[in-house]
């Protein structure tokens, strides 16, 4: 079956270090999305992508980036963590475009801590 | 994308009729309402969506009031793993538009 997946699943690291959390989705999705989940803000969006080579701002961008090589991973990096940045992350894919566009489907999650 | 107004808590028996309302008054007329619920810990799911017509799918029903200004998501028999959080977005057809997922309403079912 076509899925999301997200790795890794839990992880800590230390201020200033340089962190990656890998976004793997096998329903050929053009649309991928990253959003952080905290307490009291819901999800926000950091950044999303239409399709390969194609990358985009959410609200929450500074000190996130993605890539986008391949129609299937879009890995989100933390170029120097900060403890504002302890989190949960959440990665969805959506179809193409039209009503299956804002059909998004997430992944489980990865659960970051800061110190 | 529409702001969207929802009540952060309801509880409901579990076997009866959850009604969860949604207030979007500042929709557009090309501007959907999307449903999804976050059970704890997992990631959100998409439930159902609507323009202006009435929609229903396995999972449950939309009801859009005739001036689009707000809804209500029916779960018609809610059982204990409805217990969630609920959120109502809007968005226009054609690719994403930043949609904001808000905080929803965190949905209790009692036994």
């Known amino acids: 079956d076509a899925e999301i997946t997200q790795s890794p699943r839990h992880k800590i690291t230390e201020t200033g270090r340089q962190v990656t959390l890998a976004c793997h989705q096998t329903w050929n999705h053009n649309n991928m999305f990253w959003y952080r989940q905290d307490l009291g803000h819901g999800l926000r969006l950091i950044h999303y992508?239409?399709?390969?080579?194609?990358?985009n701002k959410g609200e929450v961008s500074d000190g996130y980036s993605v890539s986008r090589s391949n129609t299937e991973d879009l890995p989100l990096t933390l170029e120097s963590a900060a403890s504002s940045q302890t989190s949960v992350y959440f990665c969805?894919?959506?179809?193409?475009?039209?009503?299956?566009?804002?059909?998004?489907?997430f992944g489980p999650g990865t659960r970051l801590t800061v110190l | 994308d529409a702001k969207t107004t929802q009540p952060p808590s309801m509880d409901c028996a579990e076997g009866r009729a959850a009604n969860l309302p949604c207030n979007h008054s500042?929709?557009?007329?090309?501007?959907?309402v999307y449903w999804y619920r976050q059970i704890h810990s997992q990631g959100p799911q998409y439930i159902i969506h609507g323009l202006k017509n009435n929609e229903t799918n396995e999972m449950a029903s939309l009801i859009i009031t005739e001036d689009r200004k707000s809804s209500t998501l029916i779960l018609p028999h809610a059982t204990l793993r409805d217990t969630a959080v609920y959120y109502c977005i809007g968005a226009r057809e054609g690719g994403y538009q930043k949609v904001t997922f808000g905080t929803g309403t965190k949905l209790q079912v009692i036994p």
């Open positions: 500042t929709i557009s007329g090309n501007e959907y």
């Open positions: 969805a894919s959506s179809d193409l475009g039209g009503l299956a566009a804002n059909e998004q489907f």
């Open positions: 992508s239409y399709g390969v080579q194609d990358t």
